[in-house]
């Protein structure tokens, strides 16, 4: 039977959703997410490849991403972590580099403040945080420390009075450029355990230059960060922030957030590849009529959904309070090793026309190796599984 006149645009799968999960969130939270999705839709998608192409940032969504109120939905608002983990997948659909910028300040940033700061320095600070009037960046990774920075911090505090003076250098910082404050973790020099600082960026001795030339996350603003006898007041060192397992507690949240970015840059990619495929015609039919083609597009489901099963579980366990760590690095290993296959695939089934960002999936497909890369790497993650399920270290 000919496929030539077949209608695939209002199937049930087309969102690719294929097992309901979205049917697990409450009423409310699935009004919620539909509006962000109806925002995302009228607001990032259409400027996302056109940002993405000039590497810049579209200040001017700001003020409007502040109005939508998507900062903290779990502390702040008591929203579930799976409906926080849903929606921050559907950013990423949308746009993985608002989706890293809201990482960045909501996760990582706010995520420092909400874990680590006094209820006084909360209260003095978060209000501006969560309307987006403060944007925030985290300073953690530097030029010549990334998987080893736990042990390996070179940027230092040293204790002058009721004052810290910080020294040092940090690269890959999102939103740096821009940002009304950092989070600075630095080496105190008197016990060199690592401590976290709310960094005012306009203090004399701070600097940041933007990360050019980027072929991932391109509307990122990157930067490197250079502190030279930055002058800190005491109030501004987060209260609980004293060592590197404090710090943990921030990336252990935010590691979890990156394996939901996985899952939506592979509904991305299912979006983009099963709409070509289906609208594509070659040799007189629908590319969706090649056996092969299904057999590519059936993968890319198959890795979207087994990724999203395996966070809505660790969501589960996270609203229950028992989710470990080795559980999130597993998530972030696995789920961006089925992303990395996913995109690929659907690079490859729109061919040349994969390779230009005029049709979407060339910037998914470049997106996706940022995503694989931070919040600790596929192969840091995946020895810190193993040495859950083994007992034994293999980190050096």
Known sequence: MSNAAFDATNLPYADGDFYAFEQMLTGKEQDRLAEVREFLAREVKPIAVDCWNRGEFPMDLIPKLGELDLVSPVRRQGYSNLFAGMLHAEVTRADASIATFMGVHDGLFTGSI????????????????????????FGLTEPLGGSDVAGGTRTTATRDGDTWILDGAKRWIGNATFSDWVVIYAKDVADNQVKAFLVDTTLPGFSASKIENKISL????????????????????????????????????????????????????????????????????????????????????????????????????????????????????FTTARMRESVALGRSILGGNGIVTDYGMAKIFSDAEAIYSYEGTHEINTLVTGRAITGVSAIV
């Open 114 to 137: 909400e874990a680590l700061a006094s209820q006084e320095q909360k209260d003095a600070w978060l209000p501006d945080i969560y309307s987006l009037k403060k944007i925030g960046a």
């Open 218 to 333: 391109r509307t990122v603003q990157n930067a490197d960060i250079t502190l030279d006898n930055v002058v800190v007041p005491d109030f501004f060192k987060l209260a609980n922030g004293n060592s590197f397992r404090d710090t943990n507690k921030v990336l252990k949240v935010t590691r979890l957030a990156v394996a939901w970015q996985a899952v939506g840059l592979q509904m991305a990619a299912f979006d983009v590849a099963r709409s070509y495929a289906v609208e594509r015609q070659q040799f007189g039919r629908p590319l969706a009529a090649f056996q092969l083609v299904q057999n590519q597009l059936v993968q890319i489901l198959g890795n979207t959904v087994a990724s999203m099963g395996m966070m809505v579980r660790l969501a589960q366990l996270e609203d229950a309070g028992v989710a470990k760590d080795e559980q999130s690095a597993l998530a972030k290993a």
